[in-house]
């Protein structure tokens, strides 16, 4: 071969190999631009990420130079993203908070583990968190941080432990009157024995007269603790959905505060049944579902009993029984009954009560139409002899200290009047059964659907004159109103209330009063600006036995406590529409 074409062979050698290492670097530069696309995706994710975090976040070197942040981060401090990038963190925040988060993150450093704080700024409260960040040689270089607004939070939990201490000094009052009022009832009951030595006749009607008033001094305390209580539920439901709303979906809290809710619904539930037996009414015979009714006596009944006594319900509800009855006397005769049964086990025992129809032993129907209650204990049970006077007015086996001997008697009278009729069966020293027969009726008329549950309506803007003499009452009021777009002006004595109606007059839409507020009770108030040509229309808040018995003015409604505050926000809002019709239709 020549040295020509060697050399020729030798060039392509080269110009092939050439060829090949452009091909690799080709290759390469493909594989680089593949990386920082890929590089330049993870930016804008993370950057979409810590931008989707509704709290301050923000990466910063160990010397405290911003090398990332959020949006919400600059915002706080009145910068934007941009401006934020390469600033110390230390230099935006006060030297003295500056000093302590300098301190932190130094602790972070050297621990090489996550640190949580709260400092205050201003009238803020801040929850950090700093975690650190190491790099490829082990050591910490950068540290992540977050700082969490927890100032409406907190707000929100110091405003149930005020509510609950609240509650708790309530309590304490009302237990001290109804202690109080024992004592004075006990007293009044020894005054009447000595005093047994008038003439039988005589002497049954003063008892009778003294049971009629120690019932009537008990359903008073009763309603003043059923009225507070439900004030108390009100404020109590209202700042626990209002915390509830503040916090995340996932927020460990919430669970806390659904809790709450549910107790406070369940405590509603009580004070209704309270309210039932102890308000003063005439007698209302309705169609009742008895095995509600007596689901709702189990309230007033549980807490009569020591512990030593299991109560024990059987009842289907399921398969509603309808009597015509009234409420409140039925109550009573289950009380009564379970009371009765409650002296007969000193030691403890088991108290049943079941709903059923009545029945032969046989299972057939023993009378068509009839419903029967039954009331077993696994008492001392009663004698032959007594078993026949048991139903005496003041006939008892009891001391007279303990029993008037008219529990029994009215429950008969009741379960008579009603149609019905009440046996009982005892053995000594085994238990005692008393069973009422209820006449059944048809079932109540099905109530018509109501409409949907609604978002909360809003206002726009007007001005709204709240009078509530309850300052933890009033300021969920207010700060729901407020949260819909209404403006609100606080009275808390119902002598302002004219005086700041007469000031507002050209503004005023609405006015929310307390049907008892001290100074001046919201009817009269509402009389007297009345008189004086202003008359916004209004929303009278009652207890549930002030409401039965208020006569409202024109354009005004009535709210029973306790209430919902979207069943409040609803009825502002219908009221203030009613308004706005009145005054198409004029013009």
């Known amino acids: 071969m020549s040295q020509d074409s060697e050399s020729t062979a030798e060039l392509l050698r080269e110009i092939a190999t050439l060829n090949s290492r452009i091909d690799e670097m080709e290759r390469q530069l493909v594989e680089q631009q593949k990386s920082w696309q890929a590089i330049r995706d993870n930016q804008e994710s993370l950057e979409v990420l810590l931008n989707a975090i509704p709290e301050a976040a923000f990466l910063i070197d160990t010397q405290g130079f911003i ?15 941009e401006e934020a990038l390469g600033r110390c963190a230390f230099d935006l925040i006060p030297p003295e908070v500056a000093k302590e988060r300098l301190r932190q993150a130094q602790i972070v450093v050297e621990t090489r583990k996550p640190r949580r704080f709260v400092d205050r700024r201003g009238n ?21 941080m977050l700082g969490i607004d927890v100032t409406d939070r907190q707000s929100a939990e110091e405003a149930l432990r005020l509510a609950y ?7 304490a009052q009302r237990t001290a ?14 005054e009447r024995k000595r005093a047994e ?62 809790s709450i809710l549910d107790a406070t619904q369940q405590a509603s539930g009580l004070t209704r049944s309270l309210q039932t037996f102890s308000r ?30 299991t109560l024990e319900i059987l009842n289907d509800l399921a398969s509603p029984l309808w009597v015509m009855a009234d409420a ?40 068509d139409g009839e419903a029967l209650i039954t009331v077993t204990d696994t008492g001392v049970g009663i004698a032959e002899e007594s078993l026949r006077r048991i139903f005496e007015p003041f006939f008892t086996t009891k001391p007279r200290e303990r029993n008037s001997g008219l529990g029994l008697s009215i429950v008969q009278s009741i379960v008579e009047e009603h149609g019905g009729r009440v046996r009982v069966e005892s053995t000594p020293g085994q238990g005692t059964m008393f069973m009422v027969s209820l006449p059944r009726t048809e079932a109540a008329p099905p109530l018509e659907d109501g409409e949907a549950i609604q978002p909360m309506p809003k206002g726009d803007g007007e001005l709204i004159l709240l009078a509530e003499s309850n300052p933890h009452l009033a300021g969920i009021i207010a700060l729901t109103l407020e949260s819909l777009g209404y403006r609100v002006i606080l009275a808390g004595d119902g002598r302002l209330i004219a005086e700041m109606a007469r000031k507002q007059r050209e503004q005023l839409r609405l ?29 009278i808040l009652a207890g549930q036995s002030e409401a039965d018995a208020t006569e409202c003015p024109p354009h005004s409604v009535l709210l029973a406590r306790p209430f919902e505050m979207p069943q409040l926000a609803r009825t502002v809002y219908n009221a203030l529409q009613a308004v706005k019709t009145r005054k198409e239709n004029s013009d």
Do not use: W
């Not at 942040?69 to 009145?78: I, K, L, P, V």
């Not at 201490?165 to 309590?171: A, G, H, P, S």
């Not at 009022?181 to 009044?188: D, I, M, P, T, V």
């Not at 509402?526 to 229309?537: A, D, H, I, N």
């Open 328 to 367: 409140s006397q039925m109550h009573q005769v289950l009380l009564n009954l379970a009371i009765n049964a409650r002296d007969a086990m000193p030691e403890g025992g088991r108290l049943q009560i079941s709903v059923r129809e009545a029945e032969h032993k046989h299972g057939r129907r023993q009378v």
């Open 67 to 81: 090398l990332e942040a959020n949006h919400e981060m600059a915002r706080r401090f009145g910068l934007t993203r």
């Open 177 to 190: 009157d109804l202690e109080e009022a024992n004592r004075r009832l006990q007293e009044e009951n020894n």
């Open 511 to 539: 006015v929310i009063l307390e049907a008892d507020l001290p100074g001046c009770r919201g009817l009269t108030c509402l009389r007297r600006m009345q008189e004086e040509g202003l008359l916004p229309p209004a929303v």
């Open 165 to 171: 201490d609240e509650l708790e000094t309530r309590v």
């Open 197 to 258: 030595m008038a003439a039988a006749d005589r002497h049954a009607l003063q008892e009778q007269l003294l049971q009629t008033q120690k019932m009537e001094a008990v359903g008073q305390l009763a309603a003043g603790v059923a009225h507070d209580f439900n004030n108390l539920i009100t404020v109590i439901r209202g700042y626990t959905t209002q915390a509830a709303a503040s916090l995340l979906p996932d927020h460990e809290a919430r669970q806390a505060l659904r």
């Open 124 to 144: 803020r409260i801040i929850d950090n968190i700093i975690s650190p960040v190491f790099g490829a040689d082990g050591r910490v270089a950068r540290l992540a």
């Open 280 to 309: 003063k009414m005439p007698i209302e015979r309705r169609p009742l579902n008895l095995r509600h009714l007596v689901e709702e006596a189990e309230r007033l009944i549980r807490p009569t009993l020591p512990a030593s006594i």
